[in-house]
């Protein structure tokens, strides 16, 4: 069977998807455009891709735009990118017949415009014809952090045009990196420091700010901090006594976070803007702390050792309906840690020691199957990308502990952060378009 007779029966309503950067009359773009809203969604079938080609982009910074976009759609692994080296001059409407014989399902075409603007067309080649298109705005200064990251927004927009899920390029991850909070692009561009000091960052909604801990052997405090002023907060803070692990609910309304003293450690909730804090777990001397919450922000999952060795846990927010997650998966007593629950709600993924060494794992909560991710070195401290597909987590493979991403789909992983040691990382949420 050709890979065309199987992308067609993957992707029935946009079988031949050609996605072309290069330049497109205004009156093409006008005749061919989906109306505002709609949505070229597809059925994604696990292990088939489809063959996209990013023409080459005239003009200044060109070759980096069209480098970014096929680096996204690659890092996406929804997509097989073809090389442009043996693909037809285009200016103007394609040859489709001669992108079919490439093997070419989709190009995209883009057009740097003299307003700074930058315009996609998407074309499906077997359709022979234009199925999206849209001018997208620039940051003025070209390569900058900014402008790359609006680059990015265009290869998510492009992927929902096709899949219907919009992509996660746009997307950074923050990171522990001697002894303070960093942040990282996710094609590992941009590696920027974000805090003077602190650990276990979690993200605010929409990626505004970062809530993490600071360990000063004082009153180890709770932080928050605005990444667009600066401006940092303290959330919970006690002279002795050690706050750390911090989760941030799903609408920013909610920090859940760990309080340890000499009589054990506990999960506590408190409002984000103030107020008194409440105790969710009693461990009368044992630990819970690594909270994670559920989607919908009822639930969360945490570890505790309250068994005699430590487990994945699930409750209700206020502490009720505690369920033990791993432990009939596995029937033994090793070590189970570092939860965090998948945005879709589906999977919880975890670190588990086997044979001596930690890997990542991921559980169904529907039926309890466990999937093991990662075979290579020591891995810890997952935690979920928005598409719920792919997952950042430390690990020692390389020789000394740093970032990679891993697609759970087909087991491809790549090395995010390079350099003095990296962990204890948290992707953060899509940036929503304008």
Do not use: C
């Amino acid at each position: 069977m050709t890979f065309h007779s199987l992308l067609t029966r993957a992707l029935p309503s946009l079988a031949g998807l050609l996605l072309v950067v290069g330049t497109v009359s205004p009156s093409r773009v006008g005749a061919q455009a989906q109306p505002p809203g709609v949505s070229l969604s597809t059925r994604y079938v696990a292990g088939q891709k489809t063959a996209l080609m990013v023409l080459p982009v005239k003009g200044t910074n060109g070759d980096s735009v069209a480098a970014i976009l096929s680096r996204d759609f690659d890092y996406s692994d929804r997509f097989n990118v073809v090389s442009t080296s043996s693909a037809p001059v285009v200016n103007g409407p394609p040859n489709y017949a001669l992108f079919a014989k490439l093997g070419v399902d989709g190009i995209v075409q883009t057009t740097l415009l003299p307003s700074g603007w930058v315009r996609v067309a998407l074309h499906d080649v077997s359709k022979k014809a234009v199925l999206n298109s849209k001018d997208f705005p620039l940051p003025s200064t070209a390569l900058s952090p900014a402008w790359r990251s609006a680059m990015h927004g265009v290869s998510d927009a492009i992927e929902e045009w096709i899949t219907g899920q919009r992509g996660i390029a746009q997307t950074r991850i923050a990171f522990t990196r001697g002894g303070r909070v960093w942040i990282v692009d996710s094609d590992r561009a941009n590696v920027t420091p974000a805090t003077p000091s602190g650990m276990s960052p979690q993200w605010l909604p929409g990626g505004r700010g970062l809530v993490y801990s600071v360990l000063d052997g004082v009153r180890n405090p709770i932080m928050m901090t605005d990444l667009g002023t600066g401006s940092q907060r303290t959330l919970a803070s006690s002279t002795g006594i050690e706050h750390s692990s911090p989760s941030v609910s799903p609408d920013g309304r909610t920090v859940v976070y760990a309080r340890g003293s000499d009589t054990g450690t506990d999960l506590y909730a408190m409002p984000i803007e103030g107020g008194a804090p409440r105790r969710i777990t009693v461990g009368r001397g044992r630990a819970s702390t690594q909270p994670t919450f559920s989607p919908d922000g009822q639930r969360i999952a945490f570890m505790s050792d309250r068994s005699g060795h430590p487990e994945v846990y699930i409750s209700d927010l206020d502490g009720t309906n505690v369920e033990l997650l791993t432990a009939a998966a596995f029937g033994d007593r090793d070590y189970r840690a570092g939860p965090d629950w998948s945005p879709d709600g589906r999977l919880v993924a975890f670190q588990s020691r086997n044979g001596g060494t930690f890997q990542i794992m991921t559980i169904n909560l529907r039926d309890q199957t466990v999937k093991i991710v990662t075979n290579d070195g020591r891995n810890d401290d997952p935690s979920w990308a928005p598409d719920s597909r792919h997952i950042v987590f430390s690990s020692t493979r390389s020789g000394t502990r740093q970032l990679w991403i891993v697609d759970i789909e087909t087991g491809r992983s790549r090395q995010l952060t390079f350099g003095s040691e990296a962990r204890l990382s948290a992707w953060s949420p899509r940036v929503l378009p304008q």
